[in-house]
């Protein structure tokens, strides 16, 4: 599975696991801190597109082109929302979490920071599975039988 990969898309793949892994434990961990069970449910209901990253996870090492193009939709997403949280700080409507810590607990530089290194890494993830070479991966016919 690893030895027919490059190497950056090894590494693209592994980034949605450990945010699958992450949610998995997250909500492992909600069970018990969540006393109300609705609480759980809209906990668990809300983090069901980060777990989907397992599966994005294998197929993108098995070059399923269906999975690419979830993990294609998860990184504009991922790309998008460092300009709304941005938007968000900038109105000072409302505050703004990431990593589960608020933006009214962190410094304004390292909050931009942070947002400008989220943005920049979905933006070489992208490049990542749009790179033409990778991208002919997914679109080679399968040999039957195999």
């Known amino acids: 599975m690893f030895k027919n990969n490059p190497l ?7 980034i949605f696991l450990l945010i699958g892994l992450r949610t998995c434990i997250g909500i492992f961990e909600a069970l018990f801190n969540k006393p109300d069970i609705n609480e759980f449910v809209y ?5 069901i597109p980060e777990i989907l990253g397992i599966m994005v996870f294998w197929g993108l090492l098995k070059h399923i082109r269906a999975w690419r ?20 700080l ?28 989220i943005f920049l890494l ?23 039988g195999v």
């Open 69 to 88: 193009i979830v993990a294609l939709i998860f990184i504009w997403v991922e790309m998008l929302w460092p300009l709304f949280a941005g938007i968000l």
């Open 8 to 14: 950056s898309l090894i590494i693209v793949a592994f």
């Open 122 to 144: 979905a933006l070489w993830q992208y490049t990542v599975l749009a790179n033409v070479k990778i991208k002919k991966l997914f679109f080679v016919e399968k040999e039957e």
């Open 90 to 117: 900038f109105t000072k409507e409302e505050p703004v979490s990431i990593f589960g810590i608020s933006s009214q607990m962190m410094s304004f530089p390292l909050f931009l920071i942070t947002l400008v290194a």
């Open 43 to 47: 906990y668990c209901l809300n983090h």
